[in-house]
């Protein structure tokens, strides 16, 4: 598995469900946890289930809020029990563990695996925030699993699907976040009609997440806007 992994947690608020997840890190190789404004008090039962993977729960950076856990992450993937399939809604498009194994088996960079609190998961607006969306199969009349069990099946599938790539795409995510606000500049110039916008944006970071772009690729993309917002200028002017 070439990609760093972090997995991160948003608002956990079972102690013993923490200590799971840091055990099951442990299990495959992760050390990098993220708590996100935990409800949970990490007590005597969170260290009693993180067995082996104490030292990664003691280690375990506490942030104020998911842009802060992955500002230095190349690609965002967010865990949803709902999958949009062919639907048009972007916001719940996903892909299976076994896609997105394949996936970033050829990439170089951090990966961030976001999970939601137990109560109702990932919101609007964090599922909004992820290059990625993963969805875990499981009977459609009970399809949501426990925290720990989640991260459990995730990590396990990307933990089996590690193969060594032969040429690795370099991920960069500094580089993704300019092309995302040129783009919301050059919505701006050409008036894209402001109601449309979140949507455009939406589907923008759907299929550049699942392809993957390099930080090359994003660089053209960059070139491409910015060639195209001088042209529109001058057009402007022209037209004046």
């Not at 840091?22 to 993220?34: H, M, P, S, W």
Request: with cysteine.
């Amino acid at each position: 598995m070439t990609p760093s992994l972090r997995v991160v947690l948003l608002r956990p608020k079972e102690d013993g469900n923490v200590g799971a997840v840091a055990r099951a890190l442990r299990n495959f190789g992760v050390t990098d946890l993220v708590l996100v404004s935990p409800r949970a008090k990490l007590g005597p039962e969170a260290r009693r289930r993180a067995m082996a993977g104490l030292p990664i729960l003691q280690r375990a950076r506490v942030l104020g809020s998911l842009e802060e856990s992955v500002e230095d992450t190349d690609l965002v993937v967010g865990t949803t029990d709902l999958s949009g399939g062919r639907t048009r809604s972007y916001l719940r498009r996903s892909v299976t563990p076994e896609e997105l194994s394949l996936m970033v088996q050829r990439v170089q960079g951090t990966v961030s695996l976001v999970f939601g609190p137990e109560d109702n998961g990932l919101n609007r607006e964090e599922l909004a925030r992820c290059d990625v969306l993963a969805h875990i199969p499981a009977d459609r009349t009970f399809p949501t699993l426990n925290l720990s069990h989640a991260v459990t099946v995730l990590l396990y599938v990307l933990h089996r699907g590690r193969v060594p790539a032969e040429d690795p795409v370099e991920l960069h995510g500094a580089t993704e976040a300019l092309f995302f606000d040129l783009l919301e500049r050059f919505l701006t110039e050409c008036r894209y009609p402001p109601h449309k916008r979140k949507g455009l944006r939406l589907l923008f970071r759907r299929v550049l997440g699942r392809s993957l772009p390099s930080r090359y690729e994003y660089t053209m993309l960059l070139g491409f806007l910015r060639r195209a917002m001088y042209r529109r200028k001058g057009w402007t002017k022209t037209a004046g």
